[in-house]
């Protein structure tokens, strides 16, 4: 049964980024050689995020305005503990840390506008997500 784990990693140019993978997962599939199955995409930090939707500016700037209402930058009880990043945490849940994607026929099997994106909430240092793929 053919499987692959692979590794992206990122170092963002923002502290908060959206960043559009769909092209880079979709390699890993296809070198994968797995033609039915699933492909995980999971972000190993937990001031990130994985997610699917469509690949259009004012929705991305919508996304980041909605994470920011819902989890504004401000003073938390996180940052007691030294840290200043308690929003990121909480944009990760809201975002969610990963997606399972159908592969069929050898390649994602996306919706005619998904896309699947890294959510960076807390970046400008390197961080990496998890790509596995499992099936026949």
């Given at each position: 049964m053919p499987n692959a784990t692979e590794y992206l990693?990122?170092?963002?140019?923002?502290?908060?980024?959206?960043?559009n993978i769909?092209?880079?997962v979709r390699a890993i599939v296809r070198?994968?050689?797995?033609?039915?199955?699933?492909?995980?995409v999971s972000a190993m930090h937990i001031t990130a995020g994985v997610y699917v939707n469509d690949e259009e500016?004012?929705?991305k700037n919508d996304i980041l305005a909605w994470v920011d209402r819902l989890a504004p930058?401000?003073?938390?009880?996180?940052?007691?503990?030294?840290?200043?990043n308690g929003d990121a945490?909480?944009?990760n849940l809201l975002v969610g840390h990963q997606v399972?994607?159908?592969?069929t026929r050898g390649d994602l099997d996306l919706g005619p506008w998904e896309q699947i994106f890294y959510a960076e909430f807390d970046g400008q240092r390197r961080k990496r997500v998890i790509v596995k793929v499992h099936g026949d």
């Open positions: 990693w990122f170092e963002t140019r923002n502290a908060r980024e959206l960043v769909t092209d880079r070198s994968s050689q797995v033609t039915d199955g699933f492909c995980l500016s004012g929705l930058p401000g003073e938390y009880q996180h940052h007691h503990t030294g840290e200043s945490h909480l944009k399972i994607v159908p592969v």
